[in-house]
């Protein structure tokens, strides 16, 4: 059987993804090599949030079909589904897969490896109409490469039409997944031994708005936190995250209803992107920075010192040094844990891509470096307050940092804790393994973003 080489590019839906399509491969009996590896097939899922992640996705197609010029290059995903006309004249391309066809990967390999009509796509079936589609494409995961934290899709699409993104182009409108498909993979994971699990989705505070149309997505309920309830009550399983939210999702009851769930972790990225009431609205953000951080607010009255963090957006067509500081001054006002800073990007068919007023790149560099700064700082402050307390860490990996070995894993807020693998820790922790709970006190850092531990104090194998 033939060998494929597999690589990722951008989201955790696309990782998801990828996950789901090895699992077919394999399945099917396809042997799986590593991508730097010669293979007879590479298949390469794609991003296009920024013009950086178009050429990135450009350079593994390219960097594939060097490493074996007789080997069949597969482009999957949103560069394939926006830049066709690209996608067509590339000549390291020899397969290409929409959004939407993922689910069908194996079949269109195999028919294409049988018939090799010589086309990217076959008969234009491969790449369709993503605009046009209200199917929600059903995948189902049994495993992923990471032994502890699983990420489940429930919803693609996205219905905001940014002024910035190119994700709608990509990804289409809203399409929700069935709560059942959702719970029945859930559960499976949780059997085969994942403690966490994390709903991702292009846009998921709109999960479930396409099941009745007439229903207004921020409502004050979502049937986001509805399912959250319905998972919560999955027997084995020991945290459940989100992945970023809208702001205008966090209400009064849903700040109370999701802390009424000991499952749920005090850790939520709510999308900012700029501090600036007159930016957002440029941007098409559908809130004010006032209503962003009553939202942050709520989750602070309805947790205990959840972690808080976001996306924001440097050098937007038309942004001003005062707005710049307007953002600098709101981001210092919130207090986030961490911080995601990009440089705008300029995206095709995008309204901000042809606003008078594209910011200089020496200036957004300038702002970003700026923002970096203040994020290193206010992560550094979040982190500290674990020094010298107790934590409950679910261990992951093991890892060399500095020469020593070390075990390490998360906090339910998401802080990274490691735990040193020396003679007294390995007498205290004999048979610590990944997957396991344990509470550990904080000692200091190790590194910047890891602190490390002094002691186990409770171990927990279940």
């Known amino acids: 059987m033939k060998s494929v080489a597999l690589h990722n590019l951008g989201c955790k839906v696309n990782s998801y993804e990828l996950d789901v399509m090895q699992q077919m491969l394999i399945e099917k009996g396809y042997q799986i090599v590593p991508f730097d590896e010669m293979a007879d097939i590479y298949i390469v899922n794609t991003c296009t949030v920024t013009n950086i992640a178009d050429r990135k996705s450009r350079q593994m197609l390219h960097r594939a079909k060097q490493k074996n010029p007789n080997a069949i290059v597969v482009a999957v995903g949103c560069y394939v589904q926006t830049g066709k006309d690209s996608v067509e004249l590339d000549e390291s391309i020899d397969l290409a897969i929409g959004n939407n066809r ?29 605009n046009d589609t209200y199917e929600y494409e059903e995948m189902t995961l049994k495993q992923t490469a990471e032994h502890t934290r699983a990420y489940i899709k429930i919803q693609d699409g996205c219905n ?35 403690k966490e699990i994390v709903l991702t989705g292009i846009h998921i505070s709109s999960y479930g708005i396409d099941f009745d149309g007439e229903r207004r997505a921020y409502s004050g309920s979502s049937k986001l936190i509805d399912l959250v309830e319905r998972i919560h009550d999955i027997e084995g399983l020991k945290r459940i995250r989100l992945g970023s939210l809208e702001p205008r999702i966090v209400t009064e009851e849903t700040a109370k209803r999701l802390a009424a769930l000991p499952k749920v972790c005090p850790h939520f990225h709510l999308s900012l992107q700029s501090g600036c009431n007159a930016t957002l609205k440029r941007m098409n953000r559908h809130y004010t920075t006032e209503e962003y951080y009553r939202s942050v607010e709520l989750l602070r009255e309805a947790f205990v010192c959840p972690a808080i963090t976001t996306d924001v957006i440097v050098g937007f067509p038309g942004e001003t040094e005062e707005e710049f500081l307007q953002t600098k001054a709101f981001l210092q006002k919130v207090g986030f844990y961490e911080m995601h800073v990009f440089k705008y990007s300029k995206r095709a068919k995008t309204s901000a891509a042809v606003m008078p007023g594209q910011v200089p790149e020496p200036v957004k560099s300038e702002r970003s470096n700026e923002l970096l700064t203040l994020e290193k700082e206010q992560s550094k402050q979040f982190r500290s307050r674990y020094l010298g307390q107790t934590a409950e860490v679910l261990l992951e990996e093991q890892k060399e940092i500095g020469g020593k070995s070390y075990f390490l894993g998360h906090t339910r807020d998401y802080v990274r804790i490691a735990l040193p693998m020396n003679k007294q820790a390995l007498l205290q922790g004999a048979g610590l393994s990944s997957n396991m709970l344990i509470k550990v006190r904080v000692k200091g850092f190790l590194t910047e973003e890891i602190l490390v531990a002094s002691e186990i104090l409770m171990m927990k194998k279940q």
């Open 102 to 130: 993922k689910k069908d990967l194996v079949a269109i390999l195999e028919k294409f490896l049988a018939e090799r009509e010589g086309n990217k796509t076959l008969n234009d079936t491969t790449v369709i109409d993503i």
């Open 160 to 194: 905001q039409f940014c002024a910035y993104c190119a994700i709608p182009l990509a990804r289409g409108r809203v399409r929700s997944r069935r709560a059942e498909d959702i719970i029945r993979e859930i559960t499976g994971m949780v059997e085969a031994g994942y």
